[in-house]
């Protein structure tokens, strides 16, 4: 009766062997296998050692899975970051602030092309077709044409600019003299206007008025110019001029008396 029990016994034994190998041999290909897939995975990433053991469990296998995903996020994000590029954008130009004076320079311009004016300041004295004069602090300016001169005198000169509204040649010859004595002085005046004397019996006469004004209606401005003393002797047999240093003339605007340029000192 005992030698019955011993062999069931014994069966039971190996039985339970076998079952339990067959379960640990499948854990250990299961854990293999996973094994496998994360180490592929580090290897595209990152230098995780690829060795692993069949005794690495599931758990461990998954705690490597997400270590792998988190570095693969962080390589990603700062792969976008460095295409970032910084503009900088181009200076802008200062404007140009526009000449009070233009409409003034207009009129003179119009004036100096009607009497020829040019031709003495550029074919005689500007040949380079430039416009110099030295200011009263001795600094040689280029004030580069005729028209910025005049008004760059005319501002010089201490007299208000607005001379007031004309009402004939009298009136406009009245103000030019005024600009002319604030300009030049008494004793240019007393020059410009001296009455012509007698001498050995000979009387001279004056020819032209010590200052002759003349109106251009399609610009509304008075040409004025003073002229070198001119005599003449009463009998016509000769006479006595005086030469000036250079050529003087103004436009004065009809309509508000302004003084538009000068060009009296040049």
Aim: hydrophobic share 25%; aromatic share 8%.
């Amino acid at each position: 009766m005992r030698k019955n029990y011993i062999v069931p016994l014994v069966m039971s034994t190996l039985l339970f062997s076998s079952c339990t190998k067959g379960i640990t041999d499948d854990r250990t290909n299961d854990t293999t296998v996973t094994t496998t897939d994360v180490t592929t995975t580090a290897e595209a990433e990152t230098t995780t050692s690829t060795t692993e053991t069949s005794a690495t469990t599931n758990t461990r296998s998954t705690t490597t899975a997400k270590t792998t995903s988190t570095t693969t996020t962080t390589a990603a994000s700062t792969s976008a970051t460095t295409t970032t590029e910084k503009t900088t954008e181009a200076p802008t130009e200062p404007a140009t602030e526009p000449d009070p004076d233009a409409e003034d320079k207009k009129l003179l311009k119009a004036i100096n092309e009607l009497k020829d004016n040019y031709k003495y300041f550029y074919l005689n004295h500007q040949p380079d077709g430039t416009l110099t004069h030295y200011t009263p602090d001795g600094e040689l300016v280029d004030y580069k044409n005729l028209e910025n001169y005049m008004v760059y005198e005319a501002g010089t000169i201490p007299i208000d600019r607005v001379l007031g509204s004309i009402t004939d040649e009298q009136d406009v010859i009245a103000k030019a003299r005024e600009v002319l004595l604030k300009g030049n002085g008494q004793e240019y005046m007393d020059w410009l206007e001296k009455e012509p004397a007698s001498s050995d019996g000979t009387r001279y006469i004056r020819e032209n008025p010590p200052i002759v004004a003349t109106y251009y209606e399609d610009y509304d401005t008075w040409y004025i110019y003073p002229t070198s003393p001119s005599w003449k002797r009463e009998d016509g047999k000769g006479g006595v001029v005086a030469w000036s240093e250079g050529p003087s003339f103004m436009c004065i605007r009809g309509s508000d008396g302004k003084l538009l340029g000068t060009c009296i000192k040049y």
